[in-house]
C-alpha cells in the first residue's frame, strides 16, 4: 500500500472555508484504478488540515496525477485559504491493520 499526504496550513479565519472547499473530495476519485480511500483530517486545536489517500501501489497514484480527472479536480483556486503552500508527503506501508 502507498500513501500520500497533503498538508495544508490554513489561513486563519478561513477554516470553514477549506472544509467547505473539500467536503465531497473523497467521491471525485472513487473507482480510480488503485484508489483504496482518503481521510481528510481536521487539526484539534492548532495545526494543519491533512489529506491522506491510500492506494495500491505507487504506480496507480502517479497515473491517477497524469489524467484529466486529476487535472480537472485541481484546476479551482481558493486565493488567500492557503498560509503558505501544501506539503507533500508520501510513504510506502510495510505493516498496517487497514482493510480496504
Known sequence: MFIVMNRFTVTPGREQDFVEAFSGRAKA????????????????????????SRWRSEAD?????????????????????????????????FESTFKA
Open 29 to 52: 476519485i472513487d473507482g480510480v484504478p488503485g484508489f483504496l480511500g482518503l481521510d481528510v483530517l481536521k487539526p484539534v486545536g492548532a495545526g494543519a488540515f491533512i489529506s491522506m
Open 61 to 93: 497514484f502517479v497515473a491517477w496525477t497524469k489524467s484529466e480527472a486529476f487535472a480537472k479536480g485541481h484546476a479551482k483556486r481558493h486565493p488567500g485559504m492557503f498560509a503558505g503552500h501544501p506539503v507533500l508527503e508520501q510513504y510506502e506501508v
